[in-house]
């Protein structure tokens, strides 16, 4: 069994302060920003009927007793987002949060059991305007700490400069030498040319599992590399909570954030279809059914509230991360003030 020394240790708590103090610079400039967009800052409750609806993302749950003693299982939720667009539905337009999210099965140096994501949404946005967002958040933060580029182990990225959009069909062409739009759906085909590039296919894989190990073994490791990136225009089935693409409804609105090959951020067209968006999330608990033996309940109240909801685009960035990349943090809890410990430790090292 591993010992090392807990996070409050005057040692290793000296070898944090650095990026603790930088964290909070960070923080307030993004605030600021937001400021000058004329966005509402909120707060959203982490007790939630229903901690979220995608396949491979796991919750913690919990028990709310009420005064007759009787229990309700209650989750903590993986995301502000079904908050955020009921405000949306209740008329509000551009908001932005700093939430405390949680996450199960989920721990490595770049992933934490709880940590802050920055959740922004614009009504009446396209999704090139929450991608302007993105990169004037990144000036932002490295102009807090005074630093002009970002930094992860080894690699290095301008801070200031214009990220690239790319299209998965543009990435997958270029990194894996795949023509994505004709293998829309063909598993077999994907398949094929998946163990052409080496990767390792198993019989039960899906069309979705192919999908992510390509573009976690060939495609990401490519990006956000000379410059921040853009990965835009995923493959529906690949974006539970996003529109579909009005000139090819195969792909949709959705797009991730990239710098120094790391995934800082998730995009959205929102959809607003009630009758479509619990169709997905019946289909994802399906699968997750199958594959973890579990399923979440739907929120029919969040369903109500997306009928009410106007067209919109909003963002989750993770902020320890983008703390990591401005700060050159190699782990996730250097840059946490509080990082849970993990079992059998006395904490977490420097």
């Not at 396949?55 to 028990?63: E, G, K, M, R």
């Not at 990169?135 to 630093?147: C, D, I, N, P, R």
């Not at 399923?295 to 990591?324: E, K, N, T, W």
């Amino acid at each position: 069994m591993t010992r090392v020394s807990p996070w409050w240790a005057r040692d290793v708590y000296a070898d944090r302060k650095p990026f603790l103090k930088a964290r909070a610079k960070i923080a307030a400039a993004l605030r600021q920003f937001f400021a000058r967009e004329g966005f509402c800052e909120v707060e959203t409750a982490a007790l939630q009927l229903s901690p979220g609806n995608e396949t491979h993302i796991s919750a913690f749950a919990t028990d709310l007793i009420d005064s007759a003693g009787a229990a309700s299982r209650l989750y903590l939720h993986t995301s502000p987002e079904f908050s955020c667009k009921k405000l949306l539905a209740a008329g509000e337009e551009r908001i932005f949060t700093f939430s405390r999210v949680f996450r199960n099965r989920e721990r490595s140096a770049l992933h934490h059991p709880e940590f802050t994501m920055l959740e922004w949404y614009r009504a009446g946005a396209p999704p090139e305007r929450v991608m302007e967002d993105c990169a004037g958040l990144l000036a932002a933060a490295a102009e807090a700490v005074g630093a002009e580029r970002f930094v992860h182990r080894g690699s290095s990225v301008d801070a200031f400069e214009e990220p690239e959009a790319i299209s998965c069909r543009e990435a997958f062409d270029r990194y894996a030498g795949i023509d994505l739009a004709a293998l829309i759906g063909d598993r077999d085909g994907l398949a094929r040319a998946a163990v052409r590039d080496g990767i390792r296919v198993t019989p039960d894989d899906s069309w979705s599992d192919l999908f992510s190990k390509i573009l976690s073994e060939k495609v990401e490791p490519q990006l956000g590399r000379s410059r921040a990136t853009l990965l835009c225009d995923y493959p529906l089935s690949e974006a539970a909570l996003a529109r579909p693409k009005a000139q090819d409804p195969r792909f949709a609105e959705r797009f991730e954030l990239f710098a120094c090959g790391v995934e800082l951020a998730n995009g959205f067209g929102e959809l607003t279809d009630p009758i479509e968006q619990r169709r997905r999330f019946e289909e994802q608990m399906e699968e997750r059914q199958r594959i973890y033996g579990e399923r979440y309940p739907i929120d029919a109240d969040f369903l109500a509230a997306l009928a009410q909801m106007p067209p919109a685009s909003g963002v989750a960035l993770g902020f320890d991360r983008l703390v990591m990349l401005a700060t050159g943090a190699e782990r996730i809890e250097q840059v946490l003030w509080t990082p849970v410990a993990e079992a059998g430790t006395q904490g977490v090292s420097g």
